[in-house]
C-alpha cells in the first residue's frame, strides 16, 4: 500500500527566509506526486505536481518541488517566503494504476513570521 | 472561476441524528469524490463517482454512510446515525477525465461537529 509522510508538522519561519517542506512517500508502483495548500476555512488549492518529465516542477507563486526517484522524495521549495505563504500543504500521491484518487499525508502548517 | 459548491458549511449535530452533506461539482467534471478530514490529519478518500456509477467506496462505512450522485452532477453524503467520531471536515472534490484528471478541485469543505 502507498503512504505518504510529512516530517515536519509544524515549520515556523521568518519573512524571506528560505524553507523546505519535506515529503517522502511510499509505493512499489509508479505515482504521481502533489503538493496542495489549504489557508484558513478554505479548501485546498492544487500548489504544483508531477506527473512526468522534468522532476523540477515549479508554480506561479515561487514553489517548487523536486521528484527524487531514488530518495523517494517530493520535497517543496521556496528561496523566500512571505507572510500569506501562511498556510496548511499537503503532500499527496495517487497511484495511476489504481486510479485517480489521492493519499495525503498528514500536513504541514508553515508560519511565516515578520 | 468555477467552483466546486459545499452545504452547508457548518453541521452541528447531536450523535444518533441523521446529517446530509451537498456537493455541486464544477460543470462538466465527471468524476466526483469525497474525502474526510479529521483535525490534524490529512484528507481520506471516502467515495469517488464516475458520472453516476461509484468507483471506490472501499473506504466508506457503509452501517452509517451512504452516497449518491443520481444524475451524474451534483451528490449527496448522509450519515445515519452520526456518532461523536464523525465529528471532522468533510471535503468534496471534482476533476475532468482524461489526462486532467489528476487535477482535483476542490470545495470549500462543510464542518460537522457531533455533540
Known amino acids: 500500500a502507498q503512504s505518504v509522510t510529512q516530517l515536519d508538522s509544524q515549520v515556523p519561519v521568518f519573512e524571506e527566509a528560505p524553507v523546505e517542506l519535506r515529503c517522502n512517500y511510499s509505493?512499489?508502483?509508479?505515482?504521481?506526486l502533489f503538493w496542495y495548500v489549504q489557508y484558513p476555512n478554505q479548501g485546498l488549492q492544487l500548489l504544483l505536481k508531477?506527473?512526468?518529465?522534468?522532476?523540477l516542477v515549479e508554480s506561479i507563486n515561487g514553489f517548487e518541488a523536486e521528484f527524487n526517484k531514488s530518495q523517494t522524495s517530493f520535497h517543496l521549495r521556496k528561496p523566500s517566503v512571505h507572510i500569506s505563504d501562511t498556510a496548511e500543504y499537503f503532500c499527496?500521491?495517487?497511484?495511476?494504476?489504481?486510479?485517480?484518487?489521492?493519499?495525503f499525508g498528514k500536513g504541514t502548517t508553515l508560519s511565516v513570521s515578520s | 472561476e468555477a467552483e466546486v459548491a459545499q452545504s452547508p458549511r457548518y453541521k452541528i449535530t447531536e450523535k444518533s441524528q441523521a446529517v446530509a452533506f451537498w456537493c455541486d461539482p464544477i460543470?462538466?467534471?465527471?468524476?466526483l469524490y469525497w474525502y474526510r478530514q479529521i483535525l490534524g490529519q490529512g484528507p481520506e478518500l471516502l467515495v469517488q463517482?464516475?458520472?453516476?456509477?461509484?468507483?471506490?467506496d472501499s473506504q466508506l462505512p457503509k452501517d452509517r454512510f451512504s452516497a449518491e450522485r443520481l444524475k451524474g452532477v451534483d451528490s449527496t453524503l448522509k450519515i445515519q446515525p452520526a456518532e461523536l467520531g464523525d465529528s471532522a471536515m468533510y471535503l468534496c472534490?471534482?476533476?475532468?477525465?482524461?489526462?486532467?484528471?489528476?487535477?482535483?478541485?476542490f470545495g470549500p469543505g462543510t464542518r460537522l461537529t457531533v455533540t
Open positions: 472534490a471534482s476533476s475532468l477525465a482524461g489526462d486532467t484528471a489528476y487535477e482535483q478541485y
Open positions: 509505493s512499489s508502483v509508479s505515482v504521481y
Open positions: 508531477y506527473l512526468s518529465g522534468s522532476t
Open positions: 499527496a500521491v495517487s497511484v495511476p494504476e489504481a486510479g485517480t484518487a489521492l493519499i
Open positions: 460543470s462538466g467534471h465527471a468524476t
Open positions: 463517482f464516475q458520472d453516476e456509477s461509484v468507483v471506490d
